[in-house]
């Protein structure tokens, strides 16, 4: 499997993942690509992501924009992610 992703009916892009086999090669853009076809067809305006820093500037590059630096907790460990949205336009 070269990578996966997903997103709900209300925008919210939960999870995509390439394998490092994978990285490089276009897949993450053909994920969010289906994840925006797919959420247009469902009629939903906006989308949503909780997007790590490493993973940031791909997000922007494809049109997502910062709404807040978040700093969750987690098992005791506080991280760094960047909650993003991208106003979906029709094609």
């Known amino acids: 499997m070269a990578g996966f992703s997903d997103v709900t009916v209300d925008g919210d892009l939960d999870m995509m993942f390439v394998s490092p086999r994978h990285q490089r090669r276009g897949v993450a853009q053909q994920l969010l690509a289906c994840v925006k076809a797919q959420s247009r067809s ?25 709404e807040a630096e978040q700093h969750p907790v987690l098992r005791g460990v506080m991280l ?11 094609p």
């Open 42 to 66: 469902n009629g939903t305006p906006t989308l949503y992501a909780n997007v790590s820093i490493a993973a940031r500037p791909f997000f922007e590059r494809f049109g997502f924009r910062v």
């Open 80 to 90: 760094s992610n960047y909650k993003m949205r991208k106003v979906l336009r029709n």
